[in-house]
């Protein structure tokens, strides 16, 4: 398994020592996605270790990497911000789904695969007055996950997206705002943020083969919101 991360090495390295500590083979690479030749470049140090033994053939993709920035109104926001939202958010798991389907599909001489894509509950909820360009981001993710699911049904890979909604993570602390998921936990249906564990879950399901039957599918984990 390949562990990417843009700046939270730390995070990624204790990640790869549990996988290796539960028998499995991980690497962890440094990468921004937002950068198509370091994407490139990671997907080329995988299959360097796939040829030399050392890790197993790709079988999935789960496309995690995301951004916000701080709460503004569309009327303030600035190009280099949207730049940078859809860059990363969008562009960069179209780019890195890419370069997975060339190495799972069937048409490529792949095993087949799976692709989860991580979306969120603001594509539906619009986030006005703070996050309109990161809901419109995942929105399109959202509408790629449908299309590359039914583009790539035949090829023996399944696309699904899990749709989080208010989850106690440091996503908020970037946004400038490390209290919102315990603020805005009174208005979920559940009374409470949900934790990173509960989006796991659902991931693990989509990559597992308990979900074989299940392509195009956006899975809301969201307590009700």
Not at 73 to 96: E, T, W
Not at 184 to 199: F, H, I
């Amino acid at each position: 398994m390949v562990v990417n991360y843009a700046n939270g090495a730390a995070a990624a390295e204790s990640m790869v020592s549990r996988i290796r500590a539960a028998g499995g083979r991980a690497l962890a690479v440094q990468a921004n996605v937002a950068d198509e030749a370091q994407v490139l470049a990671m997907f080329a140090l995988l299959d360097a270790e796939v040829r030399a033994g050392r890790l197993p053939p790709l079988q999935a993709l789960v496309n995690n990497a995301g951004v916000v920035d701080l709460p503004a109104r569309v009327d303030d926001m600035s190009v280099v911000r949207l730049q940078r939202m859809f860059a990363v958010n969008v562009i960069g798991s179209i780019v890195c789904a890419r370069e997975a389907v060339k190495r799972l599909s069937t048409k490529h001489g792949g095993a087949g695969g799976v692709i989860v894509n991580l979306s969120s509950a603001a594509a539906r909820l619009g986030s006005p007055g703070q996050y309109v360009d990161y809901a419109a981001a995942k929105g399109a993710i959202d509408v790629f996950t449908l299309g590359l699911a039914k583009e790539v049904a035949l090829e023996g890979i399944r696309v699904n997206a899990v749709r989080p909604g208010i989850i106690a993570t440091d996503i908020h602390a970037s946004g400038g705002q490390p209290d919102r998921a315990a603020q805005l936990a009174p208005l979920v249906p559940m009374q409470r943020a949900g934790s990173a564990d509960e989006v796991a879950q659902a991931i693990g399901w989509l990559l597992s083969d308990a979900s074989s039957y299940t392509t195009g599918a956006v899975i809301d984990v969201t307590g009700g919101r």
